[in-house]
Structures are given as C-alpha cells and as structure tokens.
C-alpha cells in the first residue's frame, strides 16, 4: 500500500507567479485535506475534500488559492499570483472514515518558496 | 474554537534518558480526538498515538507512554530510554469527533537526543 504522495517536493518561483500542486491520496481514502506549515509552527488546516466535494475551506485561503478534486482521487492545489508571504510548507493528507474518527496520513509536502 | 499549546519550544536530552513533551488544549466539544505527530528532519508526518476524549486510560506502547487528564486539558507524551533517532519536532493535535475533523495543531517541540 503506497502512502500519500505530493508532486513536486519544491518549487521556486518568482513573485506574481501562478504555481499548482498535486497530492495523490492512499487508494480509497476518501477524504483528503490540504495544510500549510511555515517555518517554526504547526500545520494549519486549509481546506478538505469528501469525495470530490470540497467541504470545508479556512480563512486563510484567500481568492488567490483554488483547490478541486475533480475525481475523488487526487487533487491539486493552485496558487495565483503568488507572494512572498505564501512561502511555506502545504501538506496533503488522507484518510478514510472509520466510525466518528479518520487517522490522518500525510504526504511528504510540497516547500514553496516565492522569491 | 479549538487551540493546543505546547509552551516547550525545545528539549535537549542525552540518549537514554525519559523525556515528557507537554499538552495543553481548549475545545468546547464533548467529544473530541488527541493525537501526537512527528516531524523528522525529512519533514513528513508522522503518526504516533491517538486518545479519544471518553477514555482517559493512560497507556504504554513500547517505548512511548501517554497522560490523558481531562480536568487539566492535558495530553502529555513521554518517551522512555530516548534514542538519537527520537530527534524530531513533534506536534500535538486535536480535532472533534464526526464529519469535519481537520486536525488543529500546537506549534510544536524540538526534541533533540544527543549521544
């Protein structure tokens, strides 16, 4: 069973760029959640998907940041016209409902650093 | 809202010596999940221990051991014997219990075991 898996595992970009993620979830997890973690901090929730409908989205996504899960299986996260404060660590994970509680598996992040 | 505070920033310890990382949360749930993550330096997460908010049994696993106390809103981690591979930043978590259940994160301790 292959684990969470997030392409590219960096990216540079340049100020005023549009940059896009991909993470591809455990197999039949059916739940998938995107975070962002800068440096010296905890992950903080961003966004979350149940199949593919988007459930949830936190303050912190701005009208800049879009993410879809068009097929229930992997998702992208893309950010437009990027700054230097979205500079960070976004972490994708899983999981798959299990009575009232889902055990979270992370991907390895994507590090975004916006020059 | 929920929010978890972990007041230690960084531990030093030499091999072999126990170390308890500190928890402290807030949430006005009734039900409600605890988890401890880590983050070695290749920076994916990963899972460690989940509690659940009606079971304060404290248990051991191996080498880790968890103290559930919900009078104080604290859920501390303690590793036994600690191994210069237990060198990792290592997170606190909580969530509710039910559908939405996006993990809210403390800001993390720097544990770092010396030889």
């Known amino acids: 069973d292959t684990g969470v898996s997030q392409d590219p595992r960096h990216k540079i970009t340049k100020r005023g760029q549009n940059v896009t993620f991909r993470c591809d979830p455990i197999?039949?997890?059916?739940?998938l959640y995107w975070y962002r973690q800068t440096l010296g901090q905890g992950p903080e929730f961003l966004t979350y998907?149940?199949?593919?409908?988007?459930?949830?989205k936190s303050r912190l996504l701005s009208d800049r940041f879009s993410a879809e899960r068009p097929k229930g299986s992997f998702s992208t996260l893309e950010i437009q016209r990027t700054e230097q404060g979205d500079s960070a660590m976004y972490l994708c994970a899983s999981s798959r409902v299990l009575a009232d509680y889902n055990e979270q598996f992370f991907g390895p992040g994507t590090r975004l650093t916006v020059l | 809202a929920q929010k978890v505070t972990q007041a230690q920033t960084e531990i030093s310890v030499v091999e072999k010596e126990d170390v308890t990382l500190d928890c402290v949360y807030e949430?006005?749930?009734?039900?409600?999940?605890l988890f401890w993550y880590k983050q070695p330096p290749s920076g994916e997460l990963v899972f460690l221990i989940r509690r659940n908010s009606f079971d304060e049994q404290n248990e051991i696993s191996g080498r880790y051991s968890w103290n559930f106390q919900k009078s104080t809103s604290s859920f501390n981690f303690t590793i036994t014997a600690s191994q210069v591979v237990d060198s990792a930043v290592y997170f606190c978590a909580l969530s509710k219990a039910g559908a939405n259940s996006k993990l809210t994160f403390g800001k993390g301790i720097t544990l770092s075991v010396r030889p």
């Open positions: 197999s039949e997890h059916n739940r």
């Open positions: 998907f149940q199949n593919e409908a988007q459930l949830e």
């Open positions: 949430t006005r749930d009734t039900t409600y999940y």
